[in-house]
């Protein structure tokens, strides 16, 4: 009553609206350009990534780090629907070694994330710079950015003076699945359980080793299939 009735607002918001909102967006920064995808291997990236593909298609390159600290089978499953069910221009940089070799010795979280954090950077920093595009689109939701920079998946430090967007930072988790299944996307994907983006890392306890990580890995692909 307070914002359409006294106010005078029209509710005009819908997935639909906010999609078509953010496509006309995207195609008025990029233009005729190219653009650079960051991708974490979550939802909010996924569905910000498929919307801009859906924009720009073959003019949109996603990058994504496996970085060798993520659960059992999450890389191909990623590659499997992205990259060659829904066509994405995907570039995935394996590297497992060189997050273990900047893991190697630390055993605080503090500590850990602080060298995943570094390790991200310089990955996506030596890709970009590969790249020929003119504006970077990046993930990251409210929720994220409410609650601090440790949830947000580290970005590189951006050399190039290049416009930069994060089309989903007004909406919440929940909004974007919503997008997500307007989208079109599997259940399994808008539905599935948040993880951070230092992966498992931090619940190895002590030094994270590959054994332990492999050993973490097949407890937690225990659990969930049991649940």
Not at 64 to 70: S, Y
Not at 169 to 189: A, C, N, T, W
């Amino acid at each position: 009553n307070f914002c359409r009735g006294l106010c005078g607002c029209t509710p005009w918001w819908s997935e639909e609206a906010f999609m078509d909102k953010t496509k006309a967006a995207i195609a008025q920064e990029v233009g005729d350009g190219k653009a650079v995808c960051i991708m974490s291997g979550g939802l909010s990236s996924g569905v910000n990534a498929l919307l801009a593909h859906r924009v720009l298609g073959e003019r949109l390159q996603c990058l994504f780090v496996d970085t060798g600290l993520l659960r059992a089978h999450e890389t191909e499953r990623f590659v499997a629907y992205y990259r060659e069910r829904m066509g994405l221009n995907l570039q995935v940089i394996h590297a497992q070694s060189q997050f273990l070799e900047a893991l190697a010795g630390l055993e605080k979280p503090e500590d850990k994330q602080a060298a995943i954090m570094r390790t991200l950077q310089d990955m996506f920093q030596q890709a970009m710079e590969a790249q020929d595009y003119d504006v970077l689109i990046l993930p990251g939701n409210a929720s994220q950015l409410m609650e601090g920079p440790e949830t947000v998946m580290p970005i590189p430090v951006i050399r190039q003076h290049k416009p930069v967007m994060r089309p989903f930072e007004e909406l919440f988790k929940e909004e974007i699945r919503f997008v997500g299944e307007e989208l079109g996307m599997p259940q399994e994907l808008t539905h599935m359980q948040p993880f951070p983006w230092t992966g498992l890392a931090l619940r190895v306890i002590g030094e994270c080793t590959a054994e332990k990580l492999n050993m973490l890995r097949q407890a937690d692909a225990m659990f969930a299939e049991e649940i």
